[in-house]
C-alpha cells in the first residue's frame, strides 16, 4: 500500500523532482522509500531529530 502512495504521488507530481523525508530512527521507512526509487539527498538536523531527505527525478539520467 505504501508503495503504491509514492508511485501516485509521483504520478501527481508536476515538478522535476518530489522530495520526501524519513525520521533516522524510522529504518522501515527509510527501506521503503529507497525501494520505491528515491536517492538519498542529505541529513539534517531539526528540533533534537535527524531526518534523512530523500528525491526522486523525472529527469532522465539526472
Known amino acids: ?3 503504491r502512495l509514492l508511485a501516485a504521488s509521483e504520478t501527481a ?3 522535476m ?3 520526501t523525508s524519513a525520521n533516522t530512527s ?3 521507512s ?3 522509500i529507497a ?3 528515491f536517492f538519498q539527498a542529505g541529513l539534517s538536523r531539526t528540533r533534537m531529530r535527524m ?3 530523500w528525491f526522486i527525478s523525472n529527469v532522465f539520467g539526472e
Open 1 to 3: 500500500m505504501a508503495l
Open 26 to 28: 524510522n529504518v522501515a
Open 35 to 37: 525501494k520505491a526509487g
Open 17 to 19: 523532482k518530489l522530495f
Open 13 to 15: 507530481c508536476k515538478t
Open 30 to 32: 527509510q527501506r521503503l
Open 51 to 53: 531526518i534523512r531527505s
